[in-house]
């Protein structure tokens, strides 16, 4: 870590990416939250995720600018804030389904989310399969959505209906 200033004190310096501008080669650095802050900042969130969560509020926590936080964030994790928020509150409503003492509508009041419609156009981006299917099924149908294996996850999710379906 560098020790220079308010802003670099906040992140760490990683190796050098290597970019094309116009006829050539140019170093780019790039910078990345500091591991405290970062931890921080996802107990922040995990801590608060039934609330209405901001960015600023968020930045705030960690002692940040809003813009400075979520550029770092997003090149430190791959996601906005926004996108990290939630599917948190996805992977939460899922735990929650899973207990079988909330309805989908519940979990998703439970997590943050407006309303049950919500929820499920986020569940089904995140798991590939809508939050009924985890309630008829169980976690014995549920597999993460990866891209090379959405058909296997069709073809579970199909599997499974027919098993419930002679229940």
């Not at 560098?2 to 116009?22: E, F, Q, V």
């Not at 921080?40 to 901001?54: F, G, K």
């Not at 996601?79 to 389904?97: C, M």
């Amino acid at each position: 870590m560098l020790n220079t200033g308010g802003i670099i004190n906040s992140a760490r310096r990683s190796p050098s990416a290597r970019i094309w501008r116009g006829s050539a080669w140019a170093e780019k650095t790039v910078w990345r939250i500091a591991a405290r802050k970062l931890v921080r900042a996802v107990e922040y969130i995990q801590d608060q995720l039934d609330t209405d969560l901001t960015v600023s509020g968020i930045a705030q926590a960690v002692s940040m600018s809003p813009y400075h936080f979520m550029r770092l964030f997003k090149e430190s994790t791959g996601q906005s804030p926004h996108q990290y928020v939630i599917e948190a509150r996805v992977r939460k409503a899922k735990e929650l389904l899973t207990t079988g003492k909330f309805t989908i509508s519940e979990a998703a009041h439970h997590v943050g989310f407006v309303d049950q419609s919500h929820l499920t156009r986020h569940f089904k981006r995140v798991f590939g399969m809508p939050p009924k299917t985890l309630l008829s099924c169980g976690e014995s149908c549920f597999l993460p959505k990866k891209r090379a294996r959405l058909q296997d996850n069709h073809n579970v999710f199909n599997e499974c209906l027919r098993e419930n379906a002679d229940l």
